[in-house]
Each structure stands twice: as C-alpha cells, then as structure tokens.
C-alpha cells in the first residue's frame, strides 16, 4: 500500500516492481497527469512489452490518495482510494522473484506498507 500525494499539478510518477538484480520489471504502474491517464507495463528480456492504458484517473493534483496492488494466480489488481481501477496480467512467469518496489518522480510519500502473503484469491 501507498499513501501519498501529488507535488504538482504536472505530475507524474510510477510504481515499479523489480527482480533482485533489478534489471527486470515485473509490473510497472504509470499515472500520467499529463494524459489524464495510467499505463502498465512490464520490462523482461531488456525490453518493454505492449503498453496497457486506461482512462479511469482518479488522482487530483496535491489530494492524498492510497494505492493498494494485490496479485491473484492470474493478474495485478490495483485499487486507488478502495477503488479497483486496473486489472494486468501478468507477464512475468516466476512472480515469486520479484523483491523490489521502486517509487519514483513526482509524489510526497506518507507511507508505504509491503506485505507478503498468500496469493490474493
């Protein structure tokens, strides 16, 4: 889970989650203030795969938002203030190597909560 807000009004920033030897990303979660839009993706084999968008935005400029990112079998779920706004299958086929989650750009952070459990059902 992600608590923060936006620095600006021209922000961007995204959520990465990262192999141990960080070269590969598993899921990467992209808000773009600047489209008015979010895009997934993932980064394996040194190269990116075929972007996912959507148009829900539910991110205002310097409002405080919560992001929660589960994983079942088949998907990451991503819900943004208790609403599921993104569903991404997954590309990566051992998920259970992923170690790492990077925060970057254009956001204060309040907090950040990672758990590790059973598959999200």
Not at 31 to 58: A, H, M, V, Y
Not at 86 to 97: E, T
């Amino acid at each position: 889970m992600v608590k923060g807000e936006s620095n600006s009004s021209a922000y961007d920033f995204e959520i990465n989650f990262l192999t141990d030897s960080g070269d590969q990303i598993a899921f990467h979660f992209n808000p773009r203030n600047s489209e008015s839009s979010i895009i997934c993706n993932s980064f394996l084999s040194s190269s990116w795969g075929q972007e996912e968008r959507t148009d829900t935005f539910p991110f205002v400029a310097n409002e405080p938002f919560q992001i929660e990112i589960y994983s079942d079998r088949e998907h990451f779920n991503v819900f943004v203030d208790d609403s599921k706004i993104i569903q991404y299958r997954h590309r990566m086929k051992q998920f259970s190597g992923i170690t790492k989650v990077q925060i970057l750009n254009d956001i204060n952070i309040s907090s950040v909560e990672v758990t590790r459990r059973e598959l999200y059902e």
